[in-house]
């Protein structure tokens, strides 16, 4: 399934266990010699939601959140194991998120996700930064100095505002952020361009699996960046576009709403 191109092979581990998924994500993920996609999901029976998801990226690693595959999951406990209520739980690693699906004709075509709140103190996202709140702060990196923005949506995102994305050399200064050493777990970092008040362009370099299509809390921290650097608005929907599509983000008192669709691909068996 995908989330506007952001593409995870999901498991369903409601009835078997699935041994080892750091391995399997390594091995599966690979586009020339196996499956393919930017990792594996697992969709787990929960006891204290409608279903519990793990994500691991391409590399392996864990991921405690992942936007674009809650909304996947979100459609696949309603088509597939016919859980038929338009409001869903997950219980991921980074707590609890609640669902609002968008049916039509008994197929979900859209999915909206509470985010929670965004985590902006220093040693909680991990950031290796002083002061209560990281907005437009210099960060040498490659050699440059960066402003960046950064905060959490359940995992660690640095923002940086610039201009058209497209020009920049992601593959060389990706990881460059990544593994810089003011972010001791890493970090996904998104270069994001202002096209218009709360409309924003983005590419988005994620810890452990590379440029990816869409980051779903890529979008969020972009959006909640906007606000903070007052490019966007509080209340409104901020559209986000990616390489593979666009979501929609709301960034209030209450927390953050994204928005978008997701697909299924094809389904299918694997010898292990």
Known sequence: MHGIGNDYIYFDCFEEDLPDPERLAVKLSDRRFSVGGDGIVLILPSEVADARMRMFNADGS????????????????????????????????????????????????????????????????????????????????????????VLSMGNPHCVVFGGDPEGVALEKIGPLFERHPAFPERVNTEFVQVVEKNILKMRVWERGSGETWACGTGACAAAVAGVLNGFCETGADIAVRLKGGELSVRYTEGGVLMTGPAAFAFRGEIEL
Do not use: Q
């Open 62 to 149: 864990e991921g405690k959140m992942c936007g674009n595959a809650i909304r996947c999951v979100g459609k696949f406990l309603y088509e597939i194991k016919n859980i038929r209520k338009e409001a869903l739980t997950v219980e991921t690693l980074s707590g609890v998120k609640k669902l609002k699906l968008s049916v039509v004709g008994g197929v979900c075509e859209a999915v909206t996700a509470d985010m929670g709140m965004p985590e902006f103190v220093p040693e909680k996202i991990p950031a290796l930064f002083a002061g209560e709140k990281i907005v437009s702060r210099p960060l040498i990196v490659g050699g440059e100095t960066y402003r960046v923005t």
